[in-house]
Structures are given as C-alpha cells and as structure tokens.
C-alpha cells in the first residue's frame, strides 16, 4: 500500500474517497494526527498531515518517528512525502516539481532513529542513496503521465527551521553542493530506511531560496500564491502514482 505524507500546502487531498480515519498508538508517542485510509481512482491509499490537519506542528516538533511507526505498522511499503523547497539552483524556479536523489542533514536535536541502543545493540544502516530508487522512477514516470515536467535528481538540504534561511547560509549550502532547501526532509528519509520502507520526495519549489530572488526578502503570500496551484498539479500526478502502486 502506498503512503502520502502531505507538507506545507497539502493538508489534505481532494480527490481521495476516505473510507476511515484511525488514531494510531505508538511506542515513540503520538503521530502529528490520524492516519486517513480512502482511496484515488479505486486504490486503496493512506494520507498523513506531515504538520497536522490544521499545520500547527512546525517542522522541528514533528514527530517523524510516530509518523513513519505508524504508517509501517498499517502495512505501508511506499511512502511519497510531499515537501516545499526553496530552490537553490537557478532552474529551480517556483512551481517547478523535483524527484531529488540526494539529501545533506543540517537539523539537530530532532529523535532521528529507531536504534536507540540498549538490548537491540549497536545498528547502522546503508544510506548512500536516501531514496528508494524504484519509488524515484515510479514518481517520475507517474509525472510524464500526468503531462508534468519533474526534474529528475538534486541534493535537497534538510534545515532545522523553523526559520527561513539567511542569504550567507544559502550560500553555504550551495557550496557544499545543495540544489534545494527544506524543513522536514530529515530524520524522515533516514526512519524510512530504518524501518524498511521505500521512500521517495517530491519537492514542490515555493520560493527562491534566500538571496536567489533578486529582492529584499521572501514573502510568505507569494509562496502562499504558488502552493496552491503546485500543489493542484501534485494531486494529479499523485492520482497516476496511487494506480501505478495497485494500491
């Protein structure tokens, strides 16, 4: 069953038939809501409100480990997050849809891992790709049906937030090779991982990145005016997506 984790922009989707809504327990604490269990074009689905069905959980008090608990526990082996960037690298214009491969992890203090230690010992796992590479084509080939141009690849910086960016620090991300900024990218891609799920990102460009705009700064209303239509094309392609996985 394919999951949707919805970020900024998408709290909720529109063309998804619910069927149920389940409040699940976990052993890392409360997910940031219900779990929404429906269906798109006759697959079965479950959607989950990154920040919360009203988005009050800013990015670095989300429980990223409840939420990708408890999708797993439901029997979820997919999972697309849907995440708003700034775009860093002078193509990535807002409105512009990117499947990234890459990720650098700048948060701090954020629960970022399931091995905790203690009876289950020391474990590591392998992340020199962060996202499932099937779910990577899959979300690609999802978008050509759609009729959507999604670049293909790109190194998503992953911030603490819940702040935007300082023109200097844009600068840094860029020169150690950052082509994206976001908020919530991880712990959630290394959870993922963790627990045995394939996990992909669509990233939706809001804004340019601190600095790249040619203004003063960024406005919150303009990012506002280019989610809502993004994120319009992003239920579309997500309908190609959710038939494609067979549900």
């Not at 399931?114 to 962060?130: A, E, K, M, N, W």
Request: net charge negative.
């Amino acid at each position: 069953m394919l999951a949707i984790i919805g970020g900024s922009g998408l709290t909720q989707l529109a063309n998804l038939e619910v069927s149920r809504r389940e409040v699940v327990r976990t052993p890392c604490g409360e997910p940031s809501g219900a779990l929404t269990f429906g269906s798109i074009a006759g697959c079965e689905v479950v959607f989950l409100a990154r920040h919360g069905y009203g988005h009050t959980i800013p990015p670095h008090q989300v429980n990223y480990r409840a939420n990708i608990w408890a999708l797993h526990a439901q029997g979820v082996s997919n999972v697309v997050a849907i995440a708003a960037v700034g775009g860093i690298r002078s193509d990535l214009a807002p409105g512009a849809l990117v499947v990234p491969d890459q990720i650098i992890d700048y948060t701090h203090g954020r629960a970022g891992t399931f091995f905790t230690g203690g009876d289950s010992g020391v474990r590591h796992i392998d992340f020199t790709l962060p996202y499932c590479p099937t779910l990577r084509a899959a979300c690609l080939a999802a978008g050509r049906q759609a009729g959507e141009t999604l670049l293909d690849g790109g190194v998503y910086a992953a911030t603490q937030g819940p702040r935007l960016e300082t023109a200097a620090e844009i600068d840094r991300l860029e020169r150690d090779g950052a082509d994206m900024v976001g908020m919530t990218g991880m712990p959630e891609a290394a959870l993922a991982r963790e627990i045995g799920l394939c996990y992909a990102t669509l990233a939706v460009v809001a804004n340019r990145a601190a600095g790249r705009g040619g203004g003063a700064g960024i406005s919150m209303s303009d990012i506002a005016a280019v989610l809502e239509p993004a994120m319009g094309r992003v239920r579309s392609l997500l309908a190609k997506l959710v038939v494609a996985d067979g549900g």
